[in-house]
């Protein structure tokens, strides 16, 4: 494509999630605000 | 309220001169150049996208034909305006608590005038929690952590290190109780760095805990509100420890973590200094506060999302220079992003995490510390408020109306719930300001994630 560059193409939730293994979001750096779209999943 | 009613959905957005689409519902990450997003800008354009429309609802140029043509392939190959796969409402996994914060000491060696928790007593008494406080708290996450097997303990104050004694003893009592249970827990803990000295010192550099450093940037920015009880400033005594620190460390596993105010707007500046101070994980946070020369007011938002794009660019250019820094907020996960389930299910205050006074109270998160409504039981009495965790449980973003409609909504996914209590008195109106700069901190992630990608890209093609 010539005027659009496709960087991912996102991740339709995946079957069986929420395995609830991953970290909470408001605990490493920050304590005031929440974001979830940075915590990786832990599902192995 | 079902999944599938979440409308499809593009934001178009542009950071330091480029413009990227993303889809909301898929994830799906675009970038566009002029043509293509300045045809995203245009109302009816977007309207014939979401309706899959095949011909353009208004003559276009040639290169608006072309771009149209892509944008329209995009729609049909399902990466814009694409519907979300109809699953279950709510998150999947049973109710079980997975991470506590142990409030181990309300009370503090510094007097800083911002502080959220009240100068470290959270507007209560000051004091120490007791280790059997902490031992029963942590027999009380292990009880109710049901499946869970990774559990998470922060260390948290007012200033933990004022209570190091009972930090030690309760890593090694998780660890060994943790080992019975097959429990594995990480531990985080967040400190002001001015009693970072000596064998607390030695001890957390010796550790895999994930240290918080609190420093806010340039001396005079610090020691603005970063002040000891007689009213010094403590910039230069947390600046020399946070480096011995980190230096012990061999920089790994920490993030230095500052606050700006109103008085420091240009905080992209305090992020340079950081860096040149020899710091490379970083985390700046906005000031919560709705009174006080320091609170941040909506007339403040341009200048702080200029201040965003120039920490977007520095960040990028320090990359590019082979000088990569972490910036807490633009960690974004593009490529192994959390699952639907965990998107819904938001910061997990109130029902997944709980905060802990050195009394044993609970409360939903640490911000929600010593606001009388929200406690929600005691780890000695074992009393437990059901009926309030199950409210947090389901507050999720599909029952906050203006989340539900928010692009940013599987990013965020709610917001701060203490945060939008605070400003709002409501669990599920949102703090206006706080998400303007949310939406603005995940635009710039993306565009410094696609821009990484890209850069990758180049070189593997080259």
């Given at each position: 494509?010539?005027?659009?560059?496709?960087?991912t193409t996102g991740n339709q939730p995946r079957a069986g999630g929420g395995c609830g293994e991953c970290q909470n979001s408001c605990q490493s750096a920050c304590k005031t605000s929440c974001t979830v779209g940075n915590q990786a999943c832990e599902k192995k | 309220m079902t999944l599938s009613a979440l409308a499809p959905q593009v934001h178009s957005f542009a950071v330091n001169g480029r413009g990227y689409a993303l889809d909301v519902n898929s994830g799906a990450l675009h970038a566009l150049d002029e043509?293509?997003?300045?045809?995203?800008?245009?109302?009816?354009?977007?309207?014939a996208l979401a309706s899959g429309s095949a011909a353009p609802p208004v003559p276009l140029t040639p290169a608006e034909q072309e771009a149209w043509a892509e944008l329209t392939l995009l729609v049909r190959q399902g990466t814009l305006y694409s519907p979300l796969a109809a699953l279950p409402d709510a998150p999947t996994a049973p109710p079980a608590l997975k991470a506590l914060c142990l409030h181990v000491a309300h009370d503090c060696n510094l007097r800083c005038a911002y502080c959220f928790a009240g100068e470290g007593g959270f507007g209560g008494e000051r004091g120490l929690m007791s280790a059997e406080v902490g031992r029963r708290a942590l027999d009380f996450l292990i009880e109710r952590s049901g499946r869970r097997r990774r559990l998470a303990v922060d260390f948290f104050g007012g200033e933990p290190l004022l209570n190091f004694g009972a930090v030690k003893e309760l890593i090694a009592y998780a660890r060994r109780r943790g080992g019975e249970a097959g429990k594995e827990f990480a531990f985080t803990l967040t400190t002001n760095g001015v009693a970072l000295r000596g064998?607390?010192?030695?001890?957390?550099?010796?550790?895999?805990?994930?240290?918080?450093l609190s420093l806010d940037g340039r001396p005079e920015v610090h020691d603005r509100w970063r002040r000891r009880p007689r009213g010094e400033g403590s910039h230069a005594a947390v600046l020399a420890n946070c480096r011995d620190f980190v230096a012990r460390r061999g920089g790994t596993n920490y993030y230095v973590r500052g606050t700006f105010t109103r008085q420091n707007l240009d905080f992209s500046a305090d992020v340079a200094y950081l860096l040149a101070a020899g710091f490379r994980s970083l985390s700046l946070e906005p000031v919560v506060a709705s009174e006080g020369e320091w609170a941040l007011a909506e007339e403040d938002l341009p200048r702080l999302f200029d201040e965003y794009d120039r920490l977007a660019?520095?960040?990028?250019?320090e990359h590019r220079a082979g000088r990569p820094f972490t910036f807490y907020h633009f960690n974004l996960a593009l490529f192994d992003a959390p699952c639907l389930a965990r998107r819904l299910s938001g910061c997990g205050a109130?029902?997944?995490?709980?905060?802990?006074?050195?009394?044993?109270?609970?409360?939903?998160c640490h911000q929600f510390v010593g606001r009388e409504r929200f406690r929600m039981g005691n780890v000695l009495s074992g009393d437990l408020n059901e009926e309030l965790m199950a409210q947090f449980r389901s507050a999720n973003v599909l029952t906050k109306p203006a989340c539900r409609e928010c692009w940013a909504r599987?990013?965020?996914?709610?917001?701060?719930q203490a945060n939008h209590h605070l400003f709002t008195g409501s669990l599920e109106e949102p703090y206006a300001l706080g998400c303007a700069l949310?939406?603005?901190?995940?635009?710039?992630?993306?565009?410094?994630?696609?821009?990484?990608?890209?850069?990758q890209a180049r070189a593997q093609a080259g």
């Amino acid at each position: 494509m010539k005027h659009v560059v496709t960087i991912t193409t996102g991740n339709q939730p995946r079957a069986g999630g929420g395995c609830g293994e991953c970290q909470n979001s408001c605990q490493s750096a920050c304590k005031t605000s929440c974001t979830v779209g940075n915590q990786a999943c832990e599902k192995k | 309220m079902t999944l599938s009613a979440l409308a499809p959905q593009v934001h178009s957005f542009a950071v330091n001169g480029r413009g990227y689409a993303l889809d909301v519902n898929s994830g799906a990450l675009h970038a566009l150049d002029e043509a293509a997003f300045s045809l995203l800008q245009r109302e009816e354009i977007r309207r014939a996208l979401a309706s899959g429309s095949a011909a353009p609802p208004v003559p276009l140029t040639p290169a608006e034909q072309e771009a149209w043509a892509e944008l329209t392939l995009l729609v049909r190959q399902g990466t814009l305006y694409s519907p979300l796969a109809a699953l279950p409402d709510a998150p999947t996994a049973p109710p079980a608590l997975k991470a506590l914060c142990l409030h181990v000491a309300h009370d503090c060696n510094l007097r800083c005038a911002y502080c959220f928790a009240g100068e470290g007593g959270f507007g209560g008494e000051r004091g120490l929690m007791s280790a059997e406080v902490g031992r029963r708290a942590l027999d009380f996450l292990i009880e109710r952590s049901g499946r869970r097997r990774r559990l998470a303990v922060d260390f948290f104050g007012g200033e933990p290190l004022l209570n190091f004694g009972a930090v030690k003893e309760l890593i090694a009592y998780a660890r060994r109780r943790g080992g019975e249970a097959g429990k594995e827990f990480a531990f985080t803990l967040t400190t002001n760095g001015v009693a970072l000295r000596g064998e607390a010192l030695e001890y957390l550099a010796s550790s895999d805990l994930n240290v918080v450093l609190s420093l806010d940037g340039r001396p005079e920015v610090h020691d603005r509100w970063r002040r000891r009880p007689r009213g010094e400033g403590s910039h230069a005594a947390v600046l020399a420890n946070c480096r011995d620190f980190v230096a012990r460390r061999g920089g790994t596993n920490y993030y230095v973590r500052g606050t700006f105010t109103r008085q420091n707007l240009d905080f992209s500046a305090d992020v340079a200094y950081l860096l040149a101070a020899g710091f490379r994980s970083l985390s700046l946070e906005p000031v919560v506060a709705s009174e006080g020369e320091w609170a941040l007011a909506e007339e403040d938002l341009p200048r702080l999302f200029d201040e965003y794009d120039r920490l977007a660019g520095l960040y990028l250019a320090e990359h590019r220079a082979g000088r990569p820094f972490t910036f807490y907020h633009f960690n974004l996960a593009l490529f192994d992003a959390p699952c639907l389930a965990r998107r819904l299910s938001g910061c997990g205050a109130g029902h997944e995490y709980l905060a802990v006074t050195p009394s044993g109270d609970l409360y939903p998160c640490h911000q929600f510390v010593g606001r009388e409504r929200f406690r929600m039981g005691n780890v000695l009495s074992g009393d437990l408020n059901e009926e309030l965790m199950a409210q947090f449980r389901s507050a999720n973003v599909l029952t906050k109306p203006a989340c539900r409609e928010c692009w940013a909504r599987f990013h965020c996914s709610g917001g701060c719930q203490a945060n939008h209590h605070l400003f709002t008195g409501s669990l599920e109106e949102p703090y206006a300001l706080g998400c303007a700069l949310q939406r603005k901190r995940i635009e710039c992630a993306l565009a410094v994630q696609a821009e990484l990608a890209l850069d990758q890209a180049r070189a593997q093609a080259g």
